[in-house]
């Protein structure tokens, strides 16, 4: 997919202000500083396109970005920051909780995850309870540029061991580096098959 257009659309906390549109809707969410915005400014060829929601105050909200004028892509707030308060955490579980249950647009999350950390259990239950709501999710690894070869390898494949543990079957995943420019065809080209998918039910 070529992106001919990408284009910050709004950012609110309610899933019910999201934009009201038939437009598939595919969500980036990991914990903070895994390079979601770097991804995603890759993905869209721009050089600061998500921090334009990333300004103070803007960051703990639902971000949506128009691309190509057919799609939509969700930059959700990064989770796990140690310092934010309980009462903080709930109002955050809740909103993104919300917006996972009630998008019907969404066809997709992406969960970002560093290449080169060991499965973490915020990732792990947040993937779990995607699955237990029936809500779609791929695995993009961020930083592949970060590791040697093997080391990527032997990281990505321990993830996956860890994932068989619970689950039946893999997910999608991806293996991305923002820095090097790696994966961003590979995504796109996915994202685009299953929108083309949705176009052609939809005429049936
Ligand atoms: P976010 O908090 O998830 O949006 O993370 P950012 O995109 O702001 O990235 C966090 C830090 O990781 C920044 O210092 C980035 O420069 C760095 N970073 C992000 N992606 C990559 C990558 O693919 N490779 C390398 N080497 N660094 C990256």
């Known amino acids: 997919m070529d992106i001919k257009s990408a284009s910050f659309v709004m950012s609110n906390s309610d899933v019910a202000k999201c934009p009201k549109s038939n ?19 890759m ?3 721009r050089k600061s396109l998500a921090k334009t929601s990333g300004r103070p105050g ?7 970005f128009l691309i190509n004028e057919n799609w ?10 140690a310092r934010v308060s309980k009462s903080d955490k709930k109002t ?3 909103f993104i909780t919300q917006y996972f249950e009630r998008r019907k647009q969404l066809v997709m999350g992406f969960v970002l ?15 779990q309870w995607l699955g ?7 695995i993009i690894f961020t930083k592949a540029d970060k590791l040697k070869p093997n080391a990527l390898k032997r990281n990505v494949d321990l993830y996956l061991e860890r994932l068989l ?4 079957s893999l997910p999608p995943y991806f293996i991305t580096s923002s820095s090097k420019r790696l994966g961003a065809e590979e995504l796109l080209d996915y994202i685009d098959t299953i929108n083309k998918e949705i176009a052609e039910e939809s005429q049936l």
């Not at 809707?25 to 991804?39: P, T």
């Not at 803007?58 to 949506?64: A, D, G, R, V, Y």
Request: with cysteine; charged share 20%.
């Open 23 to 41: 437009l598939p809707e595919y969500a980036f969410i990991g914990r903070s500083n895994v390079g979601k915005s770097s991804l995603i400014n």
């Open 43 to 45: 993905l869209t060829n």
């Open 58 to 64: 803007k960051t703990q909200l639902i971000n949506h």
């Open 72 to 81: 939509h892509l969700v930059d959700l707030p990064g989770y796990g920051y």
């Open 92 to 94: 955050f579980q809740k």
């Open 113 to 127: 995850v560093d290449c080169r950390h060991d499965p973490q259990p915020i990732d792990l239950e947040f993937m």
């Open 132 to 138: 237990e709501n029936n809500l779609p999710f791929g």
């Open 165 to 168: 543990q619970t689950w039946e």
